[in-house]
C-alpha cells in the first residue's frame, strides 16, 4: 500500500536543493472522466491506485487534452504546441506515417535532457516513425523517440488496433511483422482491429505488460529522471490481460481500464520503493475522452465513460477533451486538493521545467502555460491561461474563455452523429455555451449572444493568426 507522503514548504525546498525533482507522466488512452471513482462515484470500475494518487495530490475538474483524438494530444504535450499549427490538420497517424515532429523543435524531453536528465519513453508514440511516406521497419527508424529527447523508448508505433503490430526499441524494430493477422470484423468497440502485418511475438494482452515492466526497470534507477509513459490503454481493441478478466462491473472496457489502474500501481509501487517518492512529480491524465455512446453504457454495466458530459472521443464537445487529471508533488501540491482552474495538456511543458527549474526556450512551447499557480491552491477558471483552444477530429475549433464556450461550426466535429451541419441561410453558423449555467451543453445561446459570439471569434482568429498564445 502506498504511504501518504507530506513533507512541509521549507523541508521540500531544502529537498530541491539537494536533488533535482524526478517527473514522470503518464497518458492514458481514451480513457474517460467517468472511469475514476474519484470523478464519478457512479463508476462501475474500481480505480483504487489512481483515487489513491487523487487522496495524495491534486484532481482537476476542468483539465483538457488539447484535440479529442490521439496524435495531436501526444504533439501537444510533447512539444508544448497545439497540433493544428503543424502539417496534421484533422484526424491522426497511422502506424507506418512518416514523423510529425518538426526536425529541431525542442520538446520537454529534449529540453530535460539537455539538463542532466535521464529520459525515457514507455509505450504508444503515434507520432511517426522515419521521413519516408511509409516507414520501412527494416531499416533503422531515424527519426525516432530519440531524436526527440528520449535516452531510450520501448513501446508500439500506434494505436493498439493499427497495424504493424511490433515492437521498437530505440530506433529499432524489435522482430520483423513477418505475418499476417485478419480485421477483427467487429464493429468499433470490444475487440476491435485492424488487419495488417504483425510480428512473431507480438501478442495483444501482453503489450500492456510489456510497457509497464520497461516503465518500471526505469524508474527504480536513481534519478534525476524524466518519465513519459504513453498507455496504449482503455482504447481499442479491449484485451485486457487473463488475471483482468471479469474483474470489473463494465465487462470487457472495464477490465482494461482496470488494468490500467493496477499499471499506475505498479509504477508508483516502484518509485515508492526506490526512496524516490517524495521528490517525484507524478501526473496521471488521458490523450481524450472516451470513444462511448449510450449503447456502450447499456452494454457495459450502465456505465458511463465520460460522466455525464455530452459527447465523445473526437467531438468538440466537452466528452471529447474534458479528461482527468490528476498531480502528486510531494510538500509542493496539498494532499486531498481540487482544482477547478482550466487546463490543456499542452501546458505539461512550461510546467515540468517551472518544477525543475529549467529555463523554458523562448522559441518553443507556444501554447504552454505552467500551472504552479493552480497547485499552489489558486483557484478560478482563468488562474493559468486566459483561453484554451480545443480541436476535434474533424479539424472543427473551439474556444474556452471564462466560462464561455465557443464552437466553430454545427454538429460534434467527431464520432457523435451529426458530425457537421451545414447552417442554414441567415441561421447560426456555430454554437454557443455558458459553461457555468450548462455544463453539458445542452443550451445553445449562439442566436441570443451575437456580441459574445463576434468577440470569441475574432479572439480565435487571432490565436491561429499570431502562431502562439503564451507570451514571448
Known amino acids: 500500500m502506498l504511504r501518504r507522503t507530506f513533507l512541509g514548504s521549507a523541508a521540500f525546498a531544502g529537498l530541491q536543493a539537494a536533488t533535482k525533482p524526478n517527473v514522470i507522466i503518464i497518458l492514458a488512452d481514451d480513457f474517460g472522466i ?8 457512479d463508476s462501475k470500475v474500481k480505480t483504487p491506485y489512481l483515487d489513491g494518487l487523487s487522496r495524495q495530490g491534486m484532481r482537476f475538474t476542468d483539465a483538457h487534452s488539447p484535440s479529442s483524438v490521439c496524435t495531436p494530444t501526444r504533439y501537444g504535450l510533447l512539444t508544448g504546441r497545439y497540433c493544428w499549427r503543424t502539417r496534421l490538420k484533422s484526424g491522426t497517424l497511422v502506424g507506418d506515417s512518416p514523423n510529425l515532429i518538426e526536425a529541431n523543435r525542442p520538446t520537454v524531453a529534449s529540453v530535460f535532457q539537455k539538463n542532466g536528465y535521464r529520459t525515457g519513453g514507455f509505450g504508444k508514440w503515434h507520432l511517426g516513425l522515419g521521413t519516408a511516406a511509409k516507414t520501412d521497419y ?3 527508424l531515424k527519426p525516432s523517440p530519440l531524436e526527440h529527447g528520449f535516452d531510450e523508448y520501448f513501446g508500439i508505433p500506434a494505436s493498439l488496433d493499427m497495424p504493424p503490430y ?12 513477418t505475418g499476417t493477422i485478419a480485421d477483427s470484423g467487429e464493429t468499433k468497440r470490444g475487440p476491435f482491429y485492424r488487419g495488417g502485418p504483425i510480428a512473431p511475438g507480438f501478442v495483444m494482452d501482453q503489450v500492456m505488460p510489456k510497457i509497464v515492466a520497461r516503465a518500471v526497470e526505469f524508474v527504480k534507477k536513481p534519478g534525476p529522471f524524466f518519465c513519459y509513459v504513453p498507455l496504449p490503454a482503455p482504447h481499442t481493441p479491449w484485451v485486457p ?3 483482468f478478466l471479469g474483474r470489473s462491473k463494465a465487462k470487457l472496457y472495464g477490465d482494461f481500464v482496470e488494468q490500467v489502474d493496477d499499471s499506475v500501481g505498479q509504477i508508483l509501487k516502484a518509485i515508492e520503493k526506490s526512496g524516490q517518492a517524495g521528490n517525484t512529480l507524478v501526473v496521471f491524465t488521458s490523450d481524450n475522452g472516451a470513444p462511448w455512446e449510450k449503447r456502450d453504457m447499456e452494454e457495459n454495466g450502465g456505465h458511463w465513460a465520460n460522466q455525464l458530459l455530452r459527447g465523445q472521443k473526437s467531438d468538440a464537445f466537452e466528452g471529447g477533451h474534458r479528461v482527468p487529471f490528476i498531480v502528486r508533488w510531494p510538500g509542493q501540491v496539498k494532499a486531498g486538493s481540487v482544482s477547478d482552474a482550466a487546463i490543456c495538456h499542452t501546458d505539461l511543458f512550461a510546467t515540468s521545467c517551472a518544477a525543475a527549474g529549467i529555463s523554458m526556450p523562448k522559441d518553443a512551447a507556444e501554447d504552454s502555460f505552467a500551472i504552479q499557480s493552480a497547485l499552489a ?6 488562474t493559468v491561461r486566459p483561453h484554451v483552444v480545443h480541436h476535434s477530429g474533424s479539424g472543427m475549433f473551439a474556444l474556452r474563455e471564462g466560462h464561455w464556450k465557443l464552437i466553430e461550426g454545427l454538429g460534434s466535429g467527431g464520432f457523435t452523429l451529426p458530425a457537421k451541419i451545414a447552417p442554414e441561410p441567415g441561421g447560426p453558423k456555430g454554437q454557443l455555451f455558458d459553461l457555468s449555467k450548462d455544463p453539458n451543453e445542452r443550451e445553445d445561446v449562439y442566436a441570443k449572444e451575437p456580441a459574445q459570439v463576434a468577440r470569441l471569434t475574432g479572439v480565435l482568429n487571432k490565436i491561429r493568426d499570431d502562431g502562439r498564445t503564451r507570451p514571448v
Not at 34 to 41: A, N
Not at 170 to 177: D, I, L
Request: aromatic share 10%.
Open 34 to 41: 467517468g472511469d475514476l471513482g474519484c470523478y464519478y462515484p
Open 138 to 140: 527494416s531499416q533503422e
Open 166 to 177: 511490433l515492437y521498437v526499441d530505440g530506433r529499432r524494430a524489435v522482430e520483423q511483422p
Open 241 to 243: 490481460s487473463k488475471e
Open 377 to 382: 491552491g489558486k483557484r478560478g477558471v482563468a
